[in-house]
């Protein structure tokens, strides 16, 4: 008995662990708090640039999976675009990218 109630102790600070993090100004948010969208560490924005105008996947990957996983990353973000790309570009299918029209991966079985 004694041994389950040091063990429960023991995960206390992991679960506050859980529930506390850092956002971008480095400042701790206590995501128990609120949940709401607006007490979020990163907005909309902020997530898409990191998963698509910073990732290797999304800027230098010629894989058919990374242009794949790239058009999804957009279709979860509708509207937002990268501060990069030219103002003619409004998603990332919409202009140009490193694996665009090559079919397939890699190899004896990729066309151009």
């Not at 859980?18 to 997530?47: H, T």
């Amino acid at each position: 008995m004694k041994a389950v109630i040091a063990w429960g102790l023991g995960l206390l600070p992991t679960a506050w662990a859980i529930a506390v993090l850092r956002n971008q100004d480095g400042q701790l948010v206590n995501l128990e708090d609120d949940m709401s969208a607006d007490a979020s560490p990163c907005d909309g924005q902020c997530r898409f640039d990191i998963m698509m105008c910073k990732s290797f996947m999304c800027t230098e990957c010629t894989y058919e999976w990374c242009t794949e996983a790239c058009q999804k990353i957009q279709t979860d973000f509708p509207g937002l675009r990268c501060s990069d790309w030219p103002e003619a570009r409004t998603s990332f299918s919409n202009g140009e990218f490193k694996g665009k029209g090559k079919l397939g991966d890699a190899g004896d079985f990729a066309e151009k």
